[in-house]
């Protein structure tokens, strides 16, 4: 997982609410074993409308997706996350996410941004009238600006996964940062118990 400090980038407005994850990443696209070529499926089915967000030129460069309110709910699937990162998106802001989908979000390294419902709408009318405007996401401070019209709002993230995001660790990344101790610990098992030490 790439450390994330903080994030620049332009935005593409989603106005609509309670997106799930079918709609994020169809079921047909589970079929893969591997974790890229997932954005091939993002909102496939949507996408099929020449007139939907992304397929507008003008959001074409936008790495910062800014939903409508409870944003991946549905199944658990990690697929979803997979597919938003592979298409190029490296956070979501709404005023509201899933449990799992923000919990699957944070382990791999996507961004979710929680801020108030009529910040989300103020900042989904700026892109509306100037797809250029970027949105800063600043996870070192925890807040996220949009300069081009003084927006500047904190959002909540637990020191814990603040930690993970900027050390750019996920679960293998934090076991493997206790290695030393689980050395320290395999060392004095006994010898017929199974071992974490390569055979």
């Keep these: 997982m790439q450390a994330v400090h903080q994030i620049v980038a332009r935005g593409a407005p989603l106005d609509r609410s309670d997106v799930d994850t079918d709609q994020i990443i169809p079921s047909d696209w589970l079929k893969r074993v591997e974790r890229t070529g ?22 074409s460069q936008a790495h910062v997706l800014v939903a409508g309110p409870n944003f991946g709910t549905g199944s658990s699937r990690e697929h979803a ?26 382990k791999g390294g996507l961004v979710p941004v929680t801020v108030p419902e ?12 100037d797809a250029s405007i970027e949105i800063v996401i600043d996870v070192v401070n925890r807040r996220m600006a949009v300069p081009a019209i003084a927006l500047d709002e904190p959002f909540e993230l637990d020191d ?40």
Excluded at 81 to 87: G, S, T
Excluded at 91 to 105: E, M, T
Excluded at 161 to 182: F, M
């Design 160 to 199: 814990y996964t603040q930690h993970r995001l900027l050390e750019g660790l996920d679960d293998i990344g934090i076991t493997e940062s206790h290695g030393a101790d689980i050395s320290k610990f395999e060392a004095h098992r006994p010898a017929y118990l199974p071992s974490a030490a390569a055979s």
């Design 118 to 129: 009529p910040v989300v709408r103020t900042i989904m009318a700026a892109l509306a009238d």
């Design 38 to 59: 997932f954005g091939e499926g993002l909102f496939s089915e949507w996408r099929e409308r020449s007139d939907f967000v992304l397929n507008q030129d003008r959001y």
């Design 81 to 106: 996350v997979w597919a938003l990162q592979d298409y190029g998106f490296e956070a979501v802001v709404s005023s509201r996410f899933a449990d799992i989908f923000r919990n699957n979000a944070l």
